[in-house]
């Protein structure tokens, strides 16, 4: 093969590998891991959690908030060293994420959100997240949804609410900036663990760590490497 046509080729390759990668993110907890794949439509809210977790600001944090087929929420700052009892939830870093809600990203079973209090705009948290473990809905259930909130589910969210599950009422309220792609049985157990009038765990339920396991970012510092190294060899 020839020497340009042996560039063609890697890169088309990786033009295709780069389009396919995606930011992924581990969390790891005593029940189990969980992978998060992030959403390149939300780039705000991707970005952030990306930089949140090379800086290793999650580590230590607990799920503070968890309720049996809704979700579990966490990252709130004050949780590292929270008292038995303390109520979570209001801790920040003072500074909120511009909102990224759009029709292609909902709230199904797996669902990653951001967190956020009632802010007229929607932003939301710039540290605090939940993950939806959710429940199945009805058709009946859909169609009174969107009669009381004029929002239209396409054949897919609702075949998807209707199968899977999900918290179809937080559509539209709510950036949802990616999904479980790992550990959906982990979400389930941290969501099942009993808890107090606070919805915060009888015990604490830590993320050990939090870590980015693959970026574009990175992907293409490699893909430069990889023509370095080919230019020295020629």
């Not at 990668?21 to 907890?29: P, R």
């Not at 994420?97 to 956020?116: F, Q, S, T």
């Not at 009669?147 to 998807?160: D, F, H, I, N, S």
Request: glycine share 8%.
């Amino acid at each position: 093969m020839k020497k340009g046509t042996l560039l063609l080729t890697t890169v088309i390759a990786i033009s295709i590998s780069a389009h396919a990668q995606k930011n992924k993110v581990k969390i790891e907890t005593e029940y189990g891991n969980i992978v998060l794949m992030l959403y390149d439509n939300t780039p705000l809210n991707t970005n952030n959690m990306v930089k949140m977790a090379r800086e290793h600001f999650y580590d230590s944090t607990l799920f503070h908030r968890c309720i049996p087929q809704f979700m579990i929420q966490g990252g709130d700052p004050d949780s590292k060293q929270a008292k038995p009892g303390q109520a979570l939830g209001n801790g920040g870093l003072g500074t909120t994420i511009p909102a990224e809600i759009n029709d292609v990203a909902y709230h199904k079973r797996g669902a990653v959100g951001v967190a956020r209090d009632q802010t007229p705009d929607k932003s939301g948290s710039s540290c605090q997240f939940y993950l939806v473990s959710g429940k199945q809905f009805t058709d009946a259930e859909i169609d009174n949804m969107s009669k009381r909130t004029g929002r239209t589910y396409t054949a897919e969210q609702r075949e998807m609410y209707k199968t899977k599950g999900g918290t179809p009422h937080l559509d539209g309220n709510y950036t949802v900036f990616g999904e479980v792609i790992e550990g959906m049985d982990v979400v389930d157990k941290i969501a099942a663990e009993p808890r107090d009038s606070n919805d915060r765990p009888n015990k604490d339920i830590r993320m050990l760590s939090v870590r980015v396991i693959s970026d574009k970012v990175s992907f293409m510092t490699k893909v430069k490497n990889l023509f370095k190294k080919k230019k020295k060899a020629a």
